[in-house]
């Protein structure tokens, strides 16, 4: 790189740093008297967040409008409760619906907000693996050594306390599928967290949710292979066809000791996506790479799951009948490349085509390293989703396709009371998340 562009780079993290700081400043974080928004009250965090939570003690929160994203018996969206209550006792939820029906507990902490959703779901990101500073002690979410690398753990790569976990959970968003990017034929595993910072510990939901993959331009390289779609696929059937012997030698095998091949990671990881346990990712836009992996699922009989997939409605009805979720592409994605056919109504023709999706941040290479669902799905909404389909999208609609709905996406009784706060509107761009929190404990009461 020369001393220019180092210079240029870094300059540009500095001017987004300082642009997120006055975004904070200009949402919330202190009103200057002179400034050009003086005279327009102060906003505040949510009522309620600044109690103390003592050991048992439950926590009710009131909504004007509660958005429970609940499903009826016929699958329908659950309207939303005027005047809602939720109580959570022990970080879960024990009790939702109208005031007059549900009974406040005494002595309970009580928080008030105007809109209450559950909260947020990132279907696809790189948070906590790529970090804001733009920085190589900070990306550690493509690993270019070699094309196929399915051992690579993520959370042997995840920064619990990476500064963008927080600011994507000051916007609501408390549950985030993240992992290796796209860019490798297979770039490595994904993992899903809960967005509080702190140990790994705390944040995993789920160590290993599906194996990493990249279909297409993105994972063509000018110096060494694949630098075809023939080679791709290729190497992915041969990597997948080791895999398969690999765990039949260990069936044969079976208790004998010295008929039992050596370890190999990246043999046993490809097993687990041969054998169903975890599906594969498949990153791919264009029309051809979309309809080569769903070749390769006929082949070797995997799950598969479609990421970004810009062109996909070009085989709805393929897709559709394979039972195949999308994790979308932003609707705001820069339309380029191979993703040059990227629309901001894909979300809402998926919807229409009845085929499960759900709204990802996805991979963005420039800082602040990440986009924030919230945004998106507004975008979706304005392109013709309607609200409860845009924020399924990235709530219960994405709980269901990641595997994690009986713990989160909703706001149902038994599940973890993760819990976004708003000020109006969720999708309207005046409005603010004025608190979050996760499993009952207040992780945020930035406005913003």
Known sequence: MSPFAARTGRLRTVLTLLLLLATGAAAGQGTPADGPMAGLPDRAPAKGLEQPLSSGQPTVIRAGILHTQARDATGAWAPPISDGIVVIRDRRIAAVGPAGSV?????????????VTPGLIDGRS??????????????????????????????????????????????????????HAPGNLISGQTMIVKTRTGELEDAVVTPLFAIAATLGDDAMESDRSPGTRAKQLAMLRQALLDAREHADQLRRAGDDPEKRPGRDLRKEALGRVLSGEVPLLLNCHRSIDIQNALRLSDEFGFRLILDGAAEVL??????????????????????????????????????????????????????????????????ACAYGASFADALGTITLSAAEILGISARVGSIEVGKDADIALYDGDPFEYTSHCIGVLIEGQVVSAIVR
């Open 314 to 379: 070009e085989h709805a009805d393929e897709v559709k009948a394979r039972g195949i979720p999308v994790l979308a592409h932003p609707p705001m994605m820069r339309a380029t490349g191979q993703g040059e056919n990227a629309s901001m109504t894909t979300v809402a023709r998926l919807i229409a085509a009845g085929i499960p999706c759900a709204l990802q941040s996805g991979y963005e290479g420039y800082v602040p390293k990440t986009r924030v669902v919230l945004l998106e799905a507004a975008i």
């Open 126 to 179: 790189v948070v906590g693996l790529a970090g804001w500073l733009n920085y190589g002690h900070d990306q550690d979410q493509l690993e270019d050594s070699e094309p196929i690398q399915p051992e690579l753990q993520a959370t042997d790569a995840f920064n619990g306390r990476e500064p963008l976990l927080e600011w994507i959970r000051s916007f609501g968003v408390t549950t985030a599928h993240t992992g």
């Open 103 to 115: 009974i406040i507990p005494d002595g309970a902490r009580v928080i008030e907000a105007p809109v």
